[in-house]
């Protein structure tokens, strides 16, 4: 049997990693500033976060939602408190396309309409619901095609209160920052207001933190810099440092019901330990203060070069726009500068390192940076 292709890869076999480092199968050493797709929070093989999942696999590694786990009730605590959201509640399930289909469930389920708004250039996830509030016709199918979804243009308040109007809106999504769009991030007066149209008219504001939340833009979730407060707040990615596991706080103003929202996997014991530990070493190491202030480093040093056209983001999630495809730079960091980047569409390098980056391993991609923008 064949793997299903759909996969374009890089001709790397990593089969070890520490911190912000990967070792491949042949010795080599990478620097790791991607995190695969942002899910590295902490930093690679943690020894802290190794005892915490061979711990508890030597007690139980999963039972179902049926029995009390009192691990949930531990992260839930934790999370709150580091989150500021203590009054809110907590449901668990396993990546960040699950959190966002959850969160138009809880939507649609709390008003009892059935549309959705989302943003242009918006990413969402791949499962039914949260593929179609995606902005890439090319990764919808026709059978996804048919949830109710208007999409409006980032910072165009006008554009959604048009929508709103209709009065069929369960509900709006959007990304603290958009990061599969290109690192695009909403002014502080459109989030204001977006807070305040869903309030005027009914809907359920939902904020998308999957890849912008858990520290990676200095506090623990981006949409804090706008001071708004959500409805549902969604999460996946960093949460437990690669173990799959994801999950939605819900504000106080949610009922819950038996058997509204379930899943077979989420919350067990293992995802449980890994996002335990994945909070206490964010808090213990200070990585949501080492985010911002290594980001911002980056940020403010990226080579000047009339290939680069702008550096967008906040702390460790930043996009650099060249003129040009970057392809050939980005091969060129990763198979002659042995550095690990991401991109957004053709022509935006994406770093999301793990929160533990350094200055000196900052500096480290700045050199490789300045030699590749000359090939």
């Known amino acids: 049997m064949n793997l299903f292709d759909v996969y374009s890869l890089f001709d790397v076999t990593p089969v070890k990693a520490r911190g912000c480092r990967i070792w491949d199968d042949k010795g080599q050493e990478y620097l790791d500033l991607y995190g695969g797709h ?25 039972y179902s939602n049926s029995v009390r786990n009192p691990l949930q009730e531990e992260l839930a605590a934790k999370l709150g408190e580091a989150s500021g959201y203590a009054d809110y509640s907590l449901f668990l399930d396993n ?41 890439n016709p090319a990764i919808v199918s026709p059978f996804n095609s048919h949830h109710k979804v208007s999409f409006c243009d980032l910072n165009d308040a006008e554009g959604v209160e048009q929508v ?5 809106v369960a509900g ?55 001071g708004i407060r959500p409805d549902i707040i969604t999460m996946g990615k960093g949460i437990a440092n690669g173990f799959p596991c994801g999950g939605i706080l819900i504000s106080p103003e949610f009922a819950a019901k ?43 040093r990226i080579p000047s ?31 002659n500068r042995h550095i690990f980047t991401g991109v957004s569409g053709t022509k935006m390098i994406r770093l999301l390192a793990p929160l533990c980056l350094s200055i000196e391993e900052a500096d480290i991609f700045l050199d490789a940076l300045d030699k590749s923008l000359s090939i």
């Not at 093989?45 to 007690?59: M, V």
């Open 38 to 62: 942002a899910v590295i929070s902490i930093g690679h093989s943690h020894p802290d976060y190794i005892a915490a999942l061979s711990d508890q696999l030597g007690k139980i590694g999963f």
């Open 95 to 135: 990546s960040g396309a699950e959190s966002n289909e959850n969160a138009a469930k809880m939507a649609s389920f709390h008003t009892g309409k059935d549309r959705i708004i989302a943003f242009r250039k918006s990413f969402h996830g791949r499962t039914s619901g949260a593929v179609a509030l995606t902005d």
């Open 164 to 168: 709103l109007r209709g009065g069929d």
């Open 172 to 226: 709006v999504i959007i990304e603290g920052i958009q990061g599969c769009g290109g690192i695009n991030v909403p002014t502080a007066s459109f989030m204001k207001e977006i807070e305040r149209l869903c309030r005027e008219y009914g809907a359920v504001l939902i904020l998308d933190e999957v890849q912008s939340g858990y520290g990676r833009t200095g506090r623990f979730f981006a949409h804090q810099w706008y």
């Open 258 to 300: 038996k058997g509204m929202l379930g899943t077979t996997f989420g919350g067990n014991y293992l995802a449980m330990a890994a996002a335990i530990s994945v909070l206490d070493i964010i808090e213990k190491e200070h990585l949501m203060e080492n985010a911002l202030k290594v980001g911002e480093y980056l940020k403010a």
């Open 305 to 335: 070069s009339p290939k680069i056209s702008q550096v967008r983001g906040r702390g460790l999630m930043l996009g650099i726009e060249f003129k040009e495809v970057v392809a050939p730079i980005r091969k060129d960091l990763l198979y």
